[in-house]
């Protein structure tokens, strides 16, 4: 299938955060012609060092803050699309301290489409599944793109507003956007404070795994790198102004997945702690990835989880020295919350 857009110099939002410095690192690989810059405020979620081995004359990182318009007017201009990773992440900080999740998310959207608009670039809008709220574990459906918007969390609260305003400037303005929405991903370099990084570096450490609740709260697993062709195929295929979700069917629950975590990694698959619960705790997500499949071909790779969850222990075991840093602040924060 040959691509109808060709970028060559792509802005990449959160490009040193997980899912975006992921899909920097895919397109770095896969489309050595394309020249990326990545725009990053560097929270406590980014490193520098998520991408610091790519060449530097493919890569490019300006360290910022994407609610600054002035920064944004410097740094759009030149570029042919932009994709946007860049948010506050993580449900159970959103619960907190919901400040930083209405400013990234909400007004950093909004800063970038103005920016989108002004220099006419294309953009990409990476969003999640979450917008949708929750499932019951017995209904047979799936989100599907023109569901409607249930968010439950303050976290998925802000992702649905800026997926609401991105929909907005694509009519009102012609904004020239695509929408993703993704469940939930797992592989490398994701943070310690995300349900598999976490049990796998508590086992790690010598640290009880913590499972929230009754555990049977399911999530739908995908493999980032599938998560990183799903956006690059919509970025260059997908139809402007159109939203597609990016699931693998992976569905599963917490106490599986905690079980499996336990099972690889040698452990007695009892050998965690139930904790309190999350609050307003989203019980099953679901995507129906039938409309990426028919329109784009896309398809997962990794469709085998425990593999990719071997690969993904595998990783982290070879890597402390990039999650021990962060350990135990994130346990601490946890500790305080009884979780
Ligand atoms: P992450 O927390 O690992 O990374 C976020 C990145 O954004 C960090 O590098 C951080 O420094 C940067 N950032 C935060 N605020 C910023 C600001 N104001 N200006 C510039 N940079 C800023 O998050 P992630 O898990 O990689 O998620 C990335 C995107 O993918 C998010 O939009 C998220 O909603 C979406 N998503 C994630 C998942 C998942 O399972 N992780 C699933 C679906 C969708
Ligand atoms: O220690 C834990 N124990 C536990 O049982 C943690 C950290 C989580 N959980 C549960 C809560 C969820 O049901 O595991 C599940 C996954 O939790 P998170 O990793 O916090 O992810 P979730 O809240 O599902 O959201 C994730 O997927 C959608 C990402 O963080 C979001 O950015 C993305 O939009």
Redesign the pocket.
């Known amino acids: 299938m040959a691509d109808a857009f060709e970028p060559t110099n792509i802005l990449v939002t959160g490009g040193c955060g997980f899912v975006g410095s992921n899909f920097v690192r895919w397109v770095a690989k896969n489309h050595p012609e394309t020249h990326l810059t990545v725009i990053d405020k560097l929270t406590y979620a980014g490193d520098p060092k998520n991408i610091g081995d790519l060449p530097k004359s493919q890569v490019e990182l300006v360290v910022g803050d994407i609610c600054e318009a002035d920064l944004l007017d410097r740094v759009v201009a030149g570029h042919d699309a932009i994709v946007h990773f860049a ?1 506050e ?4 900080n959103s619960i907190l301290d919901p400040d930083p999740f209405v400013r990234t998310n909400v007004i950093g959207t909004y800063r970038l489409l103005q920016a989108a608009r002004k220099y006419d670039v294309r953009y990409h809008h990476v ?4 917008v949708y709220g929750d499932l019951d574990f017995d209904e047979p459906r799936r989100f599907e793109p023109d569901d409607p918007y249930r968010p439950s ?1 303050p ?2 609260s802000t ?1 649905a507003s800026s997926d609401l305003l991105v929909r907005a400037w694509a009519r009102t303005y012609g904004v020239r956007a695509t929408i993703s929405n ?4 797992y592989g490398p370099y994701q943070h310690v ?4 990084p ?2 796998i570096t508590n086992i790690l450490c010598g640290l009880r ?5 009754t ?1 049977e ?1 399911v ?1 739908d697993w995908i493999h980032v790198e599938d998560h990183s062709r799903a956006v690059w195929d919509i970025l260059v295929r997908g139809r402007i102004g159109q939203t597609y979700l990016v699931g693998a069917n992976g569905e599963r629950a ?1 106490i599986d ?2 079980r499996a975590i336990l099972r690889l990694m040698g452990q007695p698959e009892d050998g965690f702690d139930w ?1 309190e619960d ?1 609050p307003g ?2 019980r099953r ?1 679901a995507i129906d990835p039938s409309k990426l499949e028919s329109e784009l071909g896309w398809k997962p790779d990794h469709t085998n989880f425990i593999e990719g969850l071997r690969q993904t222990i595998a990783w982290y075991e070879k890597n402390e020295s990039w999650w021990r840093p962060a350990k135990a602040a994130t346990e601490e924060r ?1 500790a305080r919350q009884g ?1």
Not at 193 to 196: A, C, G, L, N, V
């Open positions: 948010a992440s993580h449900n159970g969003s999640t599944d979450e969390s976290y998925s992702k993704c469940s939930n991903n404070e995300k349900f598999i976490r049990q795994p913590k499972l929230y609740g555990g709260n999530r917490n997945v905690m904790v999350r705790h989203d997500y946890y979780r």
